[in-house]
């Protein structure tokens, strides 16, 4: 049996690395691991992964550069044919890989999502069962794959067969099943909890301190702008609501934050370290994560079956519409339903709201 992993994101590495350790490594089964160079520290990641000998191959590929490319006829065209041509999606994110090596070489596919480069895996490998791993919040609600794309996206893949139609995920493995409501995959499997085993292994590869302690006790997770004025200006309302407990708070920036100036007040989490893996070593009872809505949030309860408080700030955004704060309060109320103590779940409605809930905590 060989199993192929494809992993874009540090949390997917996480995961598909502890998925292999505690589900198919003891059964003796090869696999291969693929991660996209496009998030910091991969390269890293990558060489350290290598030392752990666990995989038959590591491969580090290439960003899909088509995906970064303008708007425009060009982009459309250069997309299409990845899809259309799997040999052309191999070379065109690695130029180390034989695409004809990789034809009929895997029984098993693992990924997060559908890209150009999986999509090509699975034409390469008609007989190979495809499988969705855990990708945190859009692995729980909705159809991750489905979702991926545009109606223009989606009607080109349902005619090529190609992209979100180049195979229905048979099974998804998620972190925790109970509260997986996914649309993606008609069988849903529990993923063993991470163990000292794996945590020696993940310590290493992501090169986390052996022990971490938080001495603030509200995290603000920051959102990046990416542009937009209107996020822009949610945050900074927030700053000036948490301002009151500047010595209380920690700012964790998101990866693709470059606005630091606005925390400049606040101790900032500058670490690097993988939040997925700093969870596991920390005290989070009393401890208060506030986001309009992360993945983050959820990671605690998700993985590792603790309890922080939460503050969801969605609605007091003006970035998000109706129908995104309606599915946004359907995430959050299944967390709520899943939570010992049900009032660590908070939704403010407006800013007073938001004051009084942290005035009342603190």
């Known amino acids: 049996m060989k199993l192929a992993f494809v992993c874009d994101t540090p949390y997917q590495v996480l995961t598909a690395v502890n998925l292999y350790w505690t589900s198919f490594y003891a059964e003796k089964q090869t696999a291969d691991l693929y991660i996209v160079d496009q998030f910091k520290d991969a390269r890293k990641i990558y060489n350290n992964i290598v030392k752990e000998n666990l995989f038959d191959n590591v491969y580090l590929l290439n960003r899909e550069e088509n995906r970064f490319m303008p708007s425009g006829i060009k982009r459309y065209i250069k997309v299409a044919y990845s899809y259309l041509n799997p040999v052309h999606a191999i070379n065109n994110q690695s130029k180390e890989i034989k695409p004809q090596s990789l034809k009929n070489r895997y029984d098993k596919i693992f990924s997060s999502v559908m890209t150009c480069f999986v999509s090509a895996l699975i034409k390469l490998n008609k007989k190979a069962e495809f499988s969705l791993f855990d990708d945190g919040l859009g ?4 159809d991750i794959v489905y979702n991926g794309g545009g109606i223009a996206y989606r009607c080109f893949s349902k005619i090529t ?4 139609y180049a195979k229905r995920a048979e099974k998804l493995y998620v972190n925790n099943k109970e509260m997986c409501q996914s649309k993606a995959a008609d069988i849903f499997i529990q993923i063993p909890k991470m163990d000292d085993s794996f945590f020696e292994i993940a310590n290493r590869v ?11 006790r509200i995290i603000f997770l920051s959102q990046p702008s990416t542009g937009l004025q209107t996020i822009e200006n949610d945050m900074q309302r927030l700053v000036e609501i948490l301002r009151v407990y500047k010595d209380n708070v920690t700012v964790r920036l998101h990866p693709r934050e470059i606005n630091y100036e606005k925390y400049k007040e606040f101790q900032l989490d500058t670490s690097g370290e993988l939040w997925e893996l700093k969870v596991s070593k920390m005290d989070m009872d009393d401890m208060i994560l506030i986001a309009a809505h992360s993945t983050a949030q959820i990671t605690p309860k998700v993985i590792f079956d603790k309890e922080p408080s939460l503050i969801f700030t969605y609605y007091l955004s003006t970035a998000y519409t109706d129908i995104e704060k309606k599915a946004f309060d359907d995430i959050s109320n299944n967390l709520k339903d899943h939570y010992r103590d049900k009032r660590k779940i908070m939704i403010p409605k407006d800013e007073n709201e938001l004051k009084l809930l942290l005035k009342g905590l603190m």
């Open 161 to 164: 067969k190609t992209g979100i």
């Open 206 to 216: 992501f090169s986390l301190k052996e022990s971490i302690s938080e001495n603030k």
């Open 139 to 142: 692995s729980y609600y909705g």
